[in-house]
């Protein structure tokens, strides 16, 4: 074909990699999850790299567990749970063998697990490539982990209890993340939850949030907190501000399951300037931390009544509102994690519980590896066996940079 100057296009014919990437792509919608493995093989044989193995963290973050079969590792103490729990490339001797490669698998701001290259040789082009099948790899897995069973069964360590089967179909991603804002949550028991639930998203420059604790411990509780859930988010996306969002839970629950009540948190935070406003439904107040000191009761008002409780008549819940510096670090946890208590009889406690946080936030640690150090801690205080479940979430702020084209957008 000619061009208007009647030169003939000299479009650059694909490469190799190329080619393996748009099939792949082109592939990747009828991919079978059991697959995987084996086009990442091929890819990365086929461009004389070597072979990999791909690995998804475990359902608790406490292992890295191939797809296919074959041993795990550790998350913590090991080269590829470093690359996990950094989000970054590692590449170390392979007993002179040649390099093992580490590149992180994530999805957005969700961390999936880790790709594992066994090569003689890394070169610059060689790396971007795997740098893209990583990123492919994601996606890919992300879009068929709703589908297919077979991803949960392989990072399942334990039966999984009715309740909490129910309530984590409901669940958000762990993280969601934008350059100013991030929110990361974990809860426990991971395969025995009662009624703890959280939801977070983004839209239009706003982070909504919530954190719950439905009455009980049983499958009328997962219920509870699914309702609310459900309730929450269809009252958001048709527009309703706080007090309206949650006369919605009130009034549903009321119609649905009117012998049930969550206490929680309801928040919205403006990410452009920071400035938070929520409700507290009979809940522990949210802590903030600024700097490396928790800011004492910077965030303690008289709390509302439970969800499913809610006021009569025409009165509206009130909503409280405070401005975030820069930085500043909010945890929304259900009263599982102070009250957990040890084998001696000593509570987890607020002091231990906000210390950690920061000396995590001291030591640099991005906010979901602190809440997967954190969680762990509170689980190992009880011998791995919680009396009351544990939900744990942070949010961190930081307002836009002078100059940063990003800031002049909504995020």
């Known amino acids: 074909m000619a061009s208007a100057g009647g030169m003939a296009d000299a479009t650059p014919p694909l490469n190799l990699g190329e080619r393996l990437l748009e099939q792949f ?95 003689e040789r890394l070169d610059h082009d060689g790396l971007r490539r795997c740098r893209l099948l990583a990123a492919l790899l994601a996606m890919v897995i992300t879009s068929k982990r709703d589908t297919s069973d077979s991803y949960a069964l392989g990072t399942r360590a334990d039966t999984m209890s009715l309740p909490a089967e129910m309530l984590r179909a409901f669940l958000p991603p762990r993280t969601v993340r934008t350059r100013r804002v991030v929110s990361t949550a974990v809860l426990e028991p991971a395969y025995d939850l009662g009624g703890d639930a959280f939801d977070h998203s983004l839209a239009d420059g706003v982070l909504h949030a919530a954190v719950l604790d439905a009455m009980g411990h049983d499958l009328a509780s997962g219920l509870t907190a699914a309702v609310t859930l459900a309730a929450g988010r269809n009252a958001r996306r048709n527009g309703a501000d706080l007090p309206a969002l949650a006369t919605v839970i009130d009034e549903c629950l009321q119609s649905w399951l009117p012998d049930r009540f969550a206490t929680g948190i309801l928040l919205r935070l403006d990410v452009t300037d920071g400035t938070l406003h929520w409700i507290n439904c009979g809940h522990p107040p949210p802590l903030l931390i600024r700097g490396q000191h928790v800011v004492a009761d910077a965030l303690e008002r008289t709390a509302e009544p439970p969800l499913g409780l809610g006021l009569l008549g025409e009165a509206q819940r009130a909503v409280r509102t405070f401005r975030l510096s820069p930085g500043d670090r909010l945890l929304l946890y259900t009263d599982g994690v102070t009250e957990a208590r040890g084998t001696d009889g000593e509570l987890f406690g607020l002091e231990r519980f906000t210390d950690f946080v920061i000396r995590a936030t001291a030591a640099g640690e991005d906010a979901p590896e602190a809440l997967r150090r954190l969680i762990h801690a509170v689980l190992a205080h009880q011998d791995d066996k919680l009396s009351d479940d544990v939900t744990i979430m942070m949010i961190e702020w930081q307002p836009a940079v002078p100059g940063d084209p990003a800031g002049t957008r909504r995020t």
Do not use: M
Not at 47 to 57: E, W
Not at 91 to 105: I, N
């Open 25 to 119: 792509l082109t592939t990747g919608c009828t991919l079978d999850p059991r697959d995987v493995p084996d086009i990442a093989q091929r890819y990365t044989r086929e461009l004389g790299i070597g072979a990999s193995i791909v690995y998804l963290a475990d359902i608790q973050q406490h292992r890295l567990v191939p797809i296919g079969g074959g041993p795990s590792l550790p998350i913590d103490g090991t080269v590829g749970g470093w690359a996990f729990r950094t989000g970054s490339l590692r590449v170390v001797e392979d007993e002179g063998a040649g390099l093992l490669a580490w590149f992180p698998l994530t999805d957005g701001a969700v961390r999936l697990g880790v790709l594992c290259l066994r090569a």
